[in-house]
């Protein structure tokens, strides 16, 4: 691997700094658990690695009103044991438990996984139907963005060369949501994650996110899945109606798969309209109240 300077700030700020003085010469390190391995492999080479772990209170999890606050140096261990997830927000806590295994669980941080971008990523994709927002900042200020629109494509973000993650903002579900998320796979990234929130009022749908990942370059909303969804009875959703089985087959339209090591177009599509159904039933079966 070839030689590079660790620089360690410790504000927010001086990251910023170094990040902008070194031209695009410089990468931010938290856990580095893919980029280490990249850079191993020759596939990445920075100058300086601009290590955020060194920032002090940047690993906290906070409450701010009905948002857990999710600090970039906090690991995805530390994310699924922290007691505000585990009240507010059990369905990520289940999810943050299985991303790939406990070594990477207990150096690499869930900001890390966001801004690293690889395309199979559990929590890009179940952050999706939470509505999750994240805290930007660089020299010229900070800014809020969508976690649907930071990445932008395998390995690509919206983030400036000079600017860091430094929050991830997630909403609790309001009482009456139902969720669950799927995922499948043989190796160690997940082939596919399907991630479902649906509101239920009076047994009805009355609103419904949902989210797929891993069998395209970004993870995405399925709208037009939503759509069937909504003002259908839950009671008949349950029993497979043919509203259930629309959404699972406008998912496997709207996938936008491309083959890789994981398996051809075809295949995923196939393993889209079947995760979709499973994902739905199961959220369905629970009892609301959160995510939980």
Request: proline share 4%; aromatic share 4%; with cysteine.
């Amino acid at each position: 691997m070839k030689p590079f300077r660790l620089h360690e700030p410790t504000t927010v700020q001086e990251a910023a700094s170094a990040l902008a003085d070194a031209g695009g010469g410089a990468a931010l390190y938290a856990g580095g658990t893919e980029l280490l391995l990249a850079m191993k492999s020759g596939l990445l080479a920075y100058d300086t690695l601009v290590n955020v772990k060194s920032i002090p209170g940047l690993d906290a999890v906070t409450l701010d009103r009905d948002a857990v606050v999710i600090g970039a140096g906090a690991t995805h261990s530390a994310v699924e044991h922290d007691p505000l997830v585990r009240e507010w927000l059990p369905l990520l806590s289940e999810v943050e438990h299985g991303v790939a295994n406990l070594r990477v669980r207990n150096v690499g941080t869930l900001a890390g996984n966001l801004c690293f971008a690889e395309p199979h990523s559990d929590p890009a994709t179940l952050l999706l139907v939470y509505e999750a927002e994240l805290d930007v900042a660089g020299p010229s200020g900070s800014r809020r963005i969508a976690v649907g629109d930071l990445q932008t494509g395998s390995y690509e973000t919206s983030l400036g060369p000079d600017e860091l993650l430094t929050a991830v903002r997630v909403p609790a579900f309001q009482a009456g949501v139902r969720a669950a998320y799927s995922k499948f796979g043989y190796h160690h990234r997940p082939t596919l994650g399907i991630a479902a929130a649906l509101a239920v009022e009076d047994g009805v749908v009355a609103d419904a996110r949902l989210a797929l990942g891993c069998v395209s370059p970004v993870a995405r909303r399925l709208s037009r899945s939503e759509d069937v969804l909504r003002g259908e009875r839950v009671d008949a959703l349950a029993e497979r109606s043919s509203a259930l089985r629309e959404a699972s087959r406008l998912a496997s339209e709207d996938a936008d798969a491309v083959e890789d090591m994981h398996g051809g177009v075809d295949y995923k599509e196939h393993l889209v309209r079947v995760f979709m159904e499973r994902t739905l039933l199961r959220a369905l079966a629970r009892n609301g109240g959160g995510d939980g």
